[in-house]
């Protein structure tokens, strides 16, 4: 399971052509906690937060985000990509009171697996 998900992690980071841009990649997989529709007002919640962070702070280069449309038991519920220039970006990205917030309401609906990775276009890294 841990590698399939790595997979589609890396899949995911990929298939966005602005991604192609040499950076670092927070990559989020989220996984709806049981109960939790995405008609849930927190989960909407979450999504207006998401939506909130590249107004906020100011190191997102790129964020993009989505519901997954796929039916495939391994698949995430939610996913979100955010490009950062480096790492000492990506750490003032996650310290960031809006991020923090976000993170906030995404514990209490979500269960997620996070990749953070440099990556540069054409090349894949170890």
Do not use: C
Request: net charge neutral; hydrophobic share 50%; no cysteine.
């Amino acid at each position: 399971m841990k590698k399939a998900t790595f997979f589609l992690l890396v899949a995911f980071a990929f298939s966005f052509s602005s991604y192609a841009q040499e950076g670092v990649h927070h990559l989020v997989l989220f996984k709806l906690k049981p109960g939790i529709e995405k008609t849930d007002e927190r989960f909407r919640a979450a999504i207006v937060l998401l939506q909130e962070l590249p107004k906020e702070i100011p190191q997102i280069i790129d964020l993009r985000a989505g519901g997954n449309f796929s039916e495939r038991p391994i698949a995430a519920d939610y996913g979100l990509m955010v490009l950062v220039a480096n790492d000492k970006a990506l750490q003032a990205y996650l310290e960031h009171p809006a991020h923090k917030a976000a993170a906030t309401a995404w514990k209490e609906i979500a269960d997620w697996m996070i990749a953070d990775f440099w990556a540069s276009a054409g090349k894949v890294q170890e």
